[in-house]
């Protein structure tokens, strides 16, 4: 398909606004809706990426469905993001990518070493008032038996945040295949075990092996896969069992999810009270002080039950459109240190998602967007000799 001439007919298209309209809605405010979604919707056309591009006119499309009335973020974000990767694929070269490889590492440097800090309760920015997933959260002291020290959160404001970073920066340590990079992939296991998130443990285990499974001779790479699954069993039973809540928050989600199957419930309606949606979801009743506080779940901590329940399968059509092609980019890539590290970011991502949201997150979306795009320039044939 020629996208510059469908682009040009689409430009041309826009000029006739005058002629358009938008029913219930003012002409000027109609006009205004016009263009900046017609503007987003020419820019899809550019971005060379056909999934990434469905995904901008989806949610569109889901915004303008709902008739404006809710997700106006979720539009801005979603195209923000496109115009973010569509500037990384413009300004970076292969060249590039171990430069940014290793700015995440330091990232995850400077935030565990803060995290240390906050654990000695030496918290000099925060001062206790972020800590923890839900900010009160305090660990066991490590020096002095039964003192309480604060979570090491570093800088990302949150445990499961936290440790999404480090599981996320654990195959980019790995790619640079030396003993201080294995050796801190190792006691990596400490502070992941300290922000108790069984998400990010599973993670660890799934991306360990899928690094080593690429550099590792056979025999050794069974012995140790038998070792983790055996460490991750143990700790399992005996040290962390996990949360089980979510499981029936998620039934319940998919079941309503079913009412709307394909387009969801609109763009940002999990957590709000909407016109076509006069409920939210109840996490539990607390007591503080003397009011009764009832919190609310305000996202279902899990990208596709949340891509099923707002853009509904469609959306999840597209996510998995868009999973099959990194994995058809990889199987035909050399499977060379870079790629290994930018495949193993991705599906560390994806598998942190089952349990997490941080492509939800302003500080994790910032750098989760860029190594996608530098995936597509190392793996896809279009920007070179893979």
């Known amino acids: 398909m020629d996208y510059k001439k469908l682009t040009r007919l689409t430009i041309g298209i826009l000029s006739f606004m005058c002629l358009m309209t938008l029913n219930g809605i003012p002409t000027r405010e109609a006009h205004q809706f016009i263009y900046m979604l017609g503007i987003m919707a020419v820019f899809g056309l550019i971005l060379d990426n056909t999934w990434v591009s469905c995904l901008l006119w989806w949610t569109i499309f889901l915004f303008s469905f709902y008739k404006f009335n809710t ?17 990384v694929k413009k300004v970076f070269k292969r060249e590039h990518i171990n430069y940014y490889i290793n700015i995440l590492l330091w990232l995850m440097a400077a935030n565990i070493l803060y995290g240390a800090l906050q654990v ?13 997933s839900h900010g009160g959260e305090a660990l066991q002291g490590f020096f002095t038996p039964g003192n309480l020290q604060g979570a090491p ?34 006691l990596l296991l400490i502070p992941i075990y300290c922000l108790h998130s069984f998400t990010s443990i599973v993670a660890y285990v799934v991306v360990v092996m899928l690094m080593t499974f690429f550099t590792l ?34 039934r319940i989600i998919m079941i309503d999810a079913r009412q709307h199957p394909v387009v969801g419930w609109g763009l940002d309606s999990f957590r709000n009270v909407l016109q076509n949606k006069p409920f939210t979801y109840n996490m539990g009743i607390n007591v503080v002080g003397n009011k009764i506080v009832t919190n609310l779940w305000d996202n279902p901590h899990n990208l596709y ?24 980019w990889f199987k035909d890539a050399t499977k060379d240190s870079e790629t290994l590290a930018l495949f193993g970011f991705i599906m560390a991502f994806f598998i942190i998602s089952i349990g997490q949201f941080p ?4 500080r994790m979306a910032i750098f989760l967007i860029p190594m996608a795009a530098l995936y597509e320039i190392k793996t896809r044939k279009e920007y070179g000799n893979a």
């Open 71 to 87: 997700g106006w973020i979720y539009v801005a974000n979603v195209f923000y993001g496109c115009v973010l990767y569509y500037i």
């Open 120 to 132: 000695m309760n030496l918290d000099f920015i925060f001062e206790g008032g972020v800590r923890g």
């Open 153 to 186: 959160v570093g800088f990302m404001a949150n445990t499961s945040v936290m440790a999404s970073l480090i599981i996320l920066c654990i195959p980019l340590l790995m790619s640079k295949r030396n003993w201080f990079a294995y050796t801190a992939t190792g």
């Open 217 to 250: 001779p056979r025999k050794i790479w069974f012995i140790l896969t038998g070792l983790l699954v055996a460490g991750f069993v143990a700790a399992f039973r005996f040290i962390d069992m996990p949360g089980v809540e979510r499981f029936s928050v998620w």
């Open 305 to 328: 039950v949340s891509i099923a329940y707002e853009f509904g399968f469609v959306g999840l059509i597209i996510l998995g459109g868009y999973i099959r092609q990194i994995c058809l």
């Open 359 to 362: 492509l939800f997150l302003a």
